[in-house]
């Protein structure tokens, strides 16, 4: 692992979220439910599979031993715990953190807790040595998320015309860049 990688999945902390480092305790049926859910699922390449506790077991065990991080996204002010998840796909070489999140608590969406989560890891990421861009990708259908990408200062950067399928409809994949120093 490239040094400075290393303490990059410490807890973050914001006003109304901790971002905990994901652990077992995270997996439960509620988390495998939104998973299930093709509402919560909707613009996410999630929809296409069954998932299982096990399955998300595996995928948990995967971020292990890799310069890759996944925080669980916990509510905290108002006592709605476990709400979602954030993960950051870590290119050593290149200095690049590709993010996705996904806010499964349906009582949790609206609220701005997916900016707020998504934010704060950007910050984190650029606080330590080890990331220098950060990228994202969603579909142009999704407006949530090209919501979360606008607000932290993300900019589009590429776009894949007509290359998903999202209920039947051709939909274009937007791709967003931040870099450390804020300019592309």
Known sequence: MKPGLENQHAEIRTE???LVPFAEEF???????????PEVVRFSRQRHALHTLESCRRYWQSFHGTPHRLWA???A???LGHVGNL???IDPHDEV????????????????????AWKAVCRHL??????????????????AMLGIMRAAGMAEDGRRLRHA???GAEVDVVHAALFREGRR
């Open 16 to 18: 109304r979220l901790r």
């Open 27 to 37: 997996l439960t049926p509620r988390y495998v439910g939104w998973l299930n859910d």
């Open 73 to 75: 996204i916990v509510e």
């Open 77 to 79: 002010a108002e006592g």
């Open 87 to 89: 993960s950051a796909s």
């Open 97 to 116: 953190a590709d993010l996705g999140i996904l806010i499964g608590q349906r009582s949790a969406w609206g609220r701005g807790y997916g900016s707020e």
């Open 126 to 143: 650029f606080e330590g040595p080890g990331v220098r861009k950060i990228t994202a990708g969603t579909y142009a259908t999704n407006l």
């Open 165 to 167: 399928l999202v209920e």
